[in-house]
């Protein structure tokens, strides 16, 4: 069974360019997180979708983060302008059940450096 | 809110000797703990689960935890390391019946020497 694919694996930009990150989930699986990793903290939650629709955001800095999962499949999430403190991994995460189970499918993360 | 917190950033242990990770939980819910490792460079992996059956819950690898309520911990234990199982460990609560929103704990680096 294929895992969660994401792309690209690294980035670097400079501050106030932007950038996106895509991903696709394992199949069948209706709900996709995205997660960014500070270097030396734990995941913390962006975004989760159920299919294409938005269960939480309330941690997605909205004046310039944005993300969207077209069709109930593959996600992008897009940084415009980026910021020095935005440098992290962004993890794409799924799992099979509508509400979710906590057992979530990680990808292997992209990780970004803003100069 | 649902927290956890890691009572050591980084543990070191010989190959062949017993592994525990620390973890205490702040819940207003009954609730639903993990631990999560990951590898360098690799994807986090599900290690176990606790979801209010039994206390003591088994997991990949040899790993076991032990739900204790009434110390609020749910710490992480092997009898005896391999090397292989040098990573970073996640403990983590779910946050109320939104049990897809992870709240991850800080981390414990697991070094094993040989």
């Known amino acids: 069974e294929a895992g969660v694919a994401q792309s690209p694996r690294y980035k670097i930009i400079e501050k106030r360019q932007s950038v996106a990150f895509w991903c696709n989930p394992i199949s069948g699986h209706a709900t996709l997180y995205w997660y960014q990793q500070i270097l030396g903290q734990g995941p913390k939650l962006l975004i989760q979708f159920q299919n294409n629709g938005v269960v939480d955001d309330s941690q997605l800095p909205k004046d310039r983060f944005s993300a969207e999962r077209l069709k109930g499949v593959d996600s992008t999430l897009k940084i415009q302008p980026a910021k020095l403190e935005d440098s992290a991994v962004y993890l794409c995460?799924?799992?099979?059940?509508?509400?979710?189970?906590?057992?979530?499918?990680f990808g292997e993360g992209s990780r970004l450096t803003v100069l | 809110a649902q927290s956890v917190t890691q009572l050591d950033s980084h543990v070191s242990v010989s190959e062949g000797t017993p592994v525990l990770l620390r973890c205490n939980y702040s819940s207003s819910y009954s609730p639903s703990l993990f631990w999560y490792v990951q590898h360098p460079n690799k994807g986090l992996q599900l290690l176990l689960k606790?979801?209010?059956?039994?206390?003591l819950v088994k997991g990949i690898n040899g790993f076991e935890a032990e739900f204790k309520k009434s110390e609020t911990s749910f710490h992480l234990t092997k009898p005896s390391a391999h090397m292989s199982d040098a990573a970073e460990y996640f403990c983590?609560?779910?946050?109320?019946?939104?049990?897809?929103?992870?709240?991850f704990g800080q981390g414990t680096t697991l070094q094993v020497k040989p």
């Open positions: 983590v609560v779910t946050e109320g019946s939104n049990t897809g929103k992870l709240i």
């Open positions: 995460a799924s799992s099979q059940g509508t509400i979710g189970t906590g057992e979530l499918f």
């Open positions: 606790y979801t209010s059956a039994a206390t």
